[in-house]
Each structure stands twice: as C-alpha cells, then as structure tokens.
C-alpha cells in the first residue's frame, strides 16, 4: 500500500449514520479500496512513501551495519524489530507552528500542579541529587527542572520503538543524515546492552527515556551513575540525574551562577539577542534602562547577560546569563529555556 501524507485519510472514529462496527468495517475497506486504487493510478511524486521503499531502504541500513562492525547477531536482533512508522513522519512533518506566546507557553508547560511535583520530587530525592548536583557542578534544581519539562519527571518518555521512528524518518528522506546518524548511534546503545529491543522506546522523533536524549547524545553524556554496566535513562534515577547533570556540565554550566532574570524595559534598547557580541556587562544595560522587574537598579555585579525578547518588546524581557546559552544546546528554543529557568526558580522558592 502507498501512504500519501497530503490526503486525510479514512476516518472511522465517527459514526454520523449510526451504524453498527461490521457495517463501519465493511464500508471503511470498501472505502480504503477506492483511494488505494486511486492512489495507484497516480504517478508517484516525491511525497509518496511505500512499505515496499522502506524495507529496500532498511536492507541498505542493514548491510551498512554490517560493513561498520556490527555483529550479525546484534544486527539481525535489532532490525527484527524495525517497522515503518508513517504516523511519525506526519508528526514531523505536522509540528504546530508557534501559536501562542510565552505567558502560554509557561502556563502549558509549567502549571502549578506540576511545580508542586517539582518540589516534592526534589525533597524525596534530595540524597542523590545533591550528591550528583556537586559531582557535575550543576545545581540540582536545574537537574529537576529539566526532568520535568523533558518526561513529566519520567512519566511521558513516548512508546515507539526508537529504530522504527528513526528509520522511517530516515527513509522520508527531508532530514537523512541527521536521522540516519542517530540511527546508527541507537544502533551503538543496543549493541552496548543499555536497553531491551522491546524496552527501546522514545518519542516519535527518536528521543528517549526520562531525559529525551536523540541517541547522539545518549553517546555523548548519558551515565552509568549506579554502576551497573547501564546507561539506564529510561528506568533508573540516578543514571537520569546524572546524565542530565553531564549534558549541561560537558556544556559549559557555571555552578555560581544562574540562567537570567526577567527586566522591564524604561526605555527602547538598540541590541537584543543571543548572539555572542550582544552580550553586555550588567553595567551597560543599566546604562540602557533596563531595570529589573520591581523597577530597582540591576545588581552591581560584574557578569555579562544577553537581553531577549521572545515575544517582542511588548512581551516578557530577560536578561540571561551563560546558562542559559548552555540550555540553549540542549534545546534552541528559547521559550524553552526561559521554562526551565522559571521552573528551577520555583523549586528554589518552594511553590
Ligand atoms: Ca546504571
């Protein structure tokens, strides 16, 4: 059968005509029958996927293996589990445009019900994380903040299988070497042992477990903090925290310092943005009028800060720091950097 991701597809959730589930069924195939004829009539265009390129393209991943070292055993029990996933490559391809504005976003993403979670999560783990917050140099509110956007502190980690979405976003071709990179590098976890093929789970677009870590940097910072041979950041706390500490340590966190603060604006200043140039020393933006958020003079310290303004100069102000340019690695977005910012203050405030 051909996919076309442009047509909407038969849909047998509704049921304006009241008719029973045989009934449903029957004209549902009747129904798929007439656009899969339709469907291959036409000439294939490049939005046109089929079951038959993807297993042609899986074959070339599997000899790829091969030819990189990887035994036929590993190979021949990972690729056992490779589907092709057309539901992920319409959720690429379908990301919702940004809607809404910052004050939105932090209220989606960071609801009271889930600072309080926050916060009790961070006092029923304190031991461990405050061990692995001085090992890494990564204060443990940010470890715990992180946690809490990425998996709802590990409760939504995505349930498809992490070979099965990167391949099929692979195989769609707009971003192949990107998918076919991490690809191979799940390949390497599997082949180290960190996860279960059936356990080998993530989000569509091929992030896992509690830290939603692409496989890339699964290499590069998940840790084995409890020693028992896994990478376990699917299951396991400490291998969690841990990692999440390493990613942000390995990308330059300053432990003295925090992500930013939100300003207010007295008068229109000429430079905004993260942008390495525009950062200024906090004396200079005073200079510019900007001021914190109850109205008093900036801090008399001697750091640099960008000003950002996600939303325009109508909108939220802040002024961040070193930090959050390392958040930024982990994630480009800047309304998700001010999220975990704001979450990691509330933790600190404790409500
Ligand atoms: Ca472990």
Redesign the pocket.
């Known amino acids: 059968m051909f996919y076309v991701f442009q047509s909407g597809g038969v849909r047998t959730n509704h049921n304006p005509l009241g008719l029973s589930f045989v009934k449903q069924a029957f004209f549902a195939v009747i129904a798929m029958l007439l656009v899969v004829s339709h469907v291959s009539a036409q000439t294939h265009g490049d939005s046109e996927l089929s079951e038959a390129g993807f297993t042609t393209y899986v074959n070339k991943l599997k000899q790829e293996a091969l030819q990189k070292g990887f035994s036929e055993e590993i190979v021949s029990e990972a690729f056992g589990d490779i589907h092709f996933r057309p539901t992920v490559v319409k959720s690429d391809k379908n990301q919702p445009e940004k809607k809404i504005i910052l004050d939105g976003y932090l209220a989606t993403r960071v609801p009271d019900w889930k600072v309080k979670q926050a916060v009790s999560l961070y006092e029923e783990n304190k031991a461990l994380l405050d061990d692995i917050a001085s090992k890494y140099g990564v204060q443990a509110r940010f470890i715990v903040a992180l946690w809490g956007n990425e998996s709802n502190f590990g409760k939504i980690q995505g349930s498809y299988s992490v070979l099965s979405a990167l391949a099929s976003l692979a195989y769609e071709g707009r971003r192949e070497k990107l998918f076919k990179d991490n690809f191979f590098a799940a390949l390497t976890i599997f082949n180290e042992g960190h996860a279960h093929v059936s356990q080998f789970k993530g989000s569509w677009a091929g992030a896992m477990g509690q830290t939603q870590f692409m496989p890339l940097s699964f290499l590069n910072y998940a840790v084995?903090?409890?020693?028992?041979?896994?990478?376990?950041i699917w299951n396991?706390k400490?291998?969690v925290f841990a990692s999440i500490a390493n990613y942000l340590s390995s990308e330059g966190w300053d432990n003295n310092g925090t992500w930013g603060r939100q300003v207010l604006l007295t008068e229109p200043v000429g430079i905004s943005g993260l942008a390495k140039a525009n950062m200024k020393p906090l004396s200079y933006w005073q200079s510019q009028g900007v001021r914190r958020y109850n109205g008093n003079d900036l801090p008399n310290v001697d750091i640099e800060a960008s000003l950002i303004m996600p939303d325009g100069e109508k909108g939220r102000v802040y002024l961040v720091y070193n930090n959050f340019h390392t958040l930024m690695k982990w994630n480009r977005s800047s309304y998700f950097g001010v999220s975990v910012g704001y979450l990691s203050e509330r933790i600190k405030r404790g409500y």
């Open positions: 084995d903090y409890d020693g028992d041979g896994k990478k376990d396991n400490a291998d």
